[in-house]
């Protein structure tokens, strides 16, 4: 989303825009990896071992497409 | 902007402070739930209730707007038709343009139209009589968000074929391909899940909770007006400062809820401007 757009109107992309693509990235990390984590634990009879990891991958992916997205670019 | 119906409706037990000793029983989502005029008894369905008068005084409200405004267009404009070519104006200059480019302009009647249309479904909370926003019910900002969910995909796959919208929204570039198996669910789950429900739950739940303030301090106005309170004038006139308090409280909160819708509107086009941007421009 930063190809063209970027380029015209940088300064006047909306902020609530941005904060509504960060939730949505953020909130889509954890939920997915969080849910896989549960799964894991669920599946491999772990109670709260695979949960936090998968949180945790998920924020750090959710925080790495922000950057690509919208910091480096 | 007297109280609301519903709320003086549900006060109706003759509670008030300093009275008989009840408590205040403040509103509560009952108030989106109106009983149906006619039910069919569909599971799920709430029947056709008042969310079904309001949808369409707003509609016919936003219908009569453009006709009014626009029937004897001329090249000086009057004053309904400079309102109307103003409203384009500004949607044109503040959503199109600033997200699509000229290419939006293509988009304009749509973002107008459902700009429009929100502001006067959001307003009906605030005609005497309806008092019942529209968007307080899940399922009009659902089917909207749906309606917008579903024209950003035909956009993209008409722009980019098929493949070339999936893997615009799925693949981001600039990656390395080992990341990819971690980013690409999150990209996935984030564009077709969530940016959606996002979407609809912003307009929802914001009116949803604006309405709900506006009613307490409704309710509240009227659990505290008792000038003929049992525990003397004393009281009495106290009682009707505290309802004044409240109504004052009522009409700022009314005023502030007046340009929350409008804000909300304006960000729901916002969006659906942004949204449809994406998908023309593609890949990352």
């Not at chain 1, 992309?13 to 799964?39: C, D, H, K, R």
């Not at chain 2, 979407?199 to 009116?207: D, G, N, S, V, W």
């Amino acid at each position: 989303m930063n190809g063209q757009r970027s380029a015209k109107s940088d300064s006047q992309e909306s902020p609530n825009a941005n904060a509504a693509t960060l939730l949505s990235y953020l909130l889509g990390g954890l939920a997915f990896w969080g849910g896989v984590g549960w799964v894991a634990d669920w599946a491999l009879g772990f109670s709260g071992l695979f949960l936090p990891i998968g949180l945790g991958v998920g924020l750090v992916g959710s925080i790495y497409l922000i950057y690509i997205q919208h910091v480096r670019s | 902007m007297g109280a609301d119906v519903n709320v003086v409706a549900a006060s109706e037990s003759g509670c008030h402070i300093f009275g008989h000793g009840c408590g205040f029983e403040a509103p509560g989502v009952g108030l989106f739930s109106p009983t149906p005029w006619l039910d069919f008894g569909l599971p799920g369905a709430a029947g056709v209730n008042k969310y079904y008068l309001v949808a369409a005084v707003a509609l016919i409200i936003a219908a009569a707007f453009w006709y009014f405004t626009t029937r004897r267009a001329k090249v000086v404009p009057g004053r309904g038709q400079s309102m109307a070519e103003m409203l384009v104006g500004f949607l044109r200059d503040q959503v199109t343009r600033t997200t699509m480019g000229k290419e939006g302009d293509r988009f304009l009647p749509l973002i107008v139209t459902l700009f429009l249309f929100i502001f006067c479904m959001n307003i009906m909370g605030l005609i005497p009589g309806l008092q019942l926003p529209v968007t307080t019910s899940l399922a009009f900002p659902a089917v909207l968000a749906l309606f917008v969910f579903l024209l950003w995909n035909i956009v993209g796959i008409r722009r980019h074929g098929f493949g070339g919208h999936i893997k615009a929204r799925l693949v981001p570039g600039g990656v390395p391909a080992w990341i990819l198996p971690i980013v690409v669910p999150i990209e996935a789950l984030s564009n077709f899940v969530i940016r959606p429900a996002t979407h609809m739950i912003r307009l929802f739940a914001t009116m949803f909770a604006g309405h709900l303030l506006l009613a307490l301090f409704a309710a509240a106005g009227f659990y505290m007006f008792n000038p003929l309170s049992q525990m003397g004038a004393l009281y009495g006139a106290l009682s009707v400062g505290y309802s004044a308090i409240a109504l004052v409280g009522f009409l700022v909160f009314t005023a502030f809820e007046l340009f929350i819708m409008a804000v909300q509107a304006y960000v729901f086009v916002l969006l659906t401007s942004i949204y449809l941007g994406e998908a023309i421009e593609g890949a990352h």
